[in-house]
Structure formats: structure tokens, C-alpha cells
């Protein structure tokens, strides 16, 4: 006899400022205890993931945040329920920062993402976003600039990664 395991559907905001990203830490209380995650939370029915995200953001922070970007949804499958990610780039329009749920946040650079201990069904979102953040290999800080503002990266920025992969000085802009 198979298992039909739980679905859970989850909008959740990589969240900018001044080239840094928010990280929540759930609460103690909460499965998946003090795991960090890009904040958001579950679709209601009848919800869409935009509203979703609008709401939990509102609810979970007191903060209201403007939708710039959606990116491919992510499904992780845990030993006991599965959920897919809805992802928003997405920037603070109003309010601060107050935790109603969470036990923590931080502002990180994306090369910085690492190092939290990040909740399994995140990491497919930071390495489509962030190749190089779960190996340890810093990133060029324009491309979260491009990701937002839905432009590819231009050849001087190309050539600009290349140049710090390759340990080369970087030229001046």
C-alpha cells in the first residue's frame, strides 16, 4: 500500500537591499525548527501566490513588500509531506521588520548564503539564483541587479566574473 504524502504549497520572497538578502529562521515552535528560509508561507485555496506572499509577509513581519520578479516554481520532496516553492524576487515597499513567527533574519551577500543551515526545499531556489553560494564561491554582486530588473547580464559583466573566477584584478567601471 503507498503513502499519499501531504503537498504544501509555499510562496516565499528573495528579498533585496543594497545588494544584501533577507533569511528567516523559523521559530523553535514551527517544523523544521530554526531553519533558515526565504520568508513566505502556504497558499490558501483560492489563493494565488502573489496574494499569498502579500499576506504572510504582512502577517509574519508587518511588512509590505512590492513583487518585481516571479521566478520557477521548486518542488522538494521531505520524508514525510512535499512542498513546492513559489518564488518572488521582491523588494520592501513598507514597514519594519518585526518578527511575529520567526527566531531571527539576516541580511546576506549571495556569496554568504552558505552558511546557514537552510531548509532542504530552499536550496534549489539559491542555486538557480546562486550557483556558486552553496560550493562557497563568491558571486559577481551585479547579478541579483540583472535577476530583479529581468536583463541578462552583459558581456562587460561576463567578462568581469570571468576575470574574478580567474583571480585577475577587477578593471575599473
Not at 133 to 151: D, W, Y
Request: glycine share 6%; charged share 20%; net charge negative.
Amino acid at each position: 500500500m503507498s503513502v499519499i504524502l501531504k503537498h504544501i504549497h509555499v510562496a516565499c520572497a528573495i528579498i533585496e537591499r543594497d545588494g544584501l538578502l533577507l533569511a528567516s529562521q523559523r521559530g523553535s515552535a514551527m517544523s523544521l525548527p530554526l531553519k533558515w528560509e526565504f520568508p513566505g508561507g502556504k497558499i490558501d485555496p483560492g489563493e494565488t501566490p502573489q496574494e499569498c506572499l502579500l499576506r504572510e509577509l504582512m502577517e509574519e513581519m508587518s511588512l509590505s513588500v512590492a513583487i518585481q520578479k516571479d521566478l520557477p516554481p521548486s518542488t522538494h520532496h521531505y520524508p514525510t509531506f512535499t512542498v513546492t516553492l513559489y518564488p518572488f524576487v521582491c523588494s520592501i515597499a513598507a514597514g519594519e521588520i518585526v518578527l511575529h513567527e520567526h527566531a531571527d533574519i539576516a541580511w546576506l551577500a549571495p556569496d554568504e548564503l552558505g552558511s546557514l543551515d537552510w531548509a532542504e526545499a530552499d536550496w534549489p531556489v539559491i542555486e538557480s539564483l546562486f550557483p556558486a553560494a552553496a560550493s562557497g564561491k563568491a558571486r559577481h554582486p551585479h547579478l541579483l541587479q540583472n535577476i530583479e530588473h529581468g536583463t541578462e547580464l552583459s558581456e562587460t559583466g561576463l567578462e568581469q566574473i570571468q576575470a574574478d573566477e580567474a583571480g585577475k584584478p577587477e578593471p575599473v567601471w
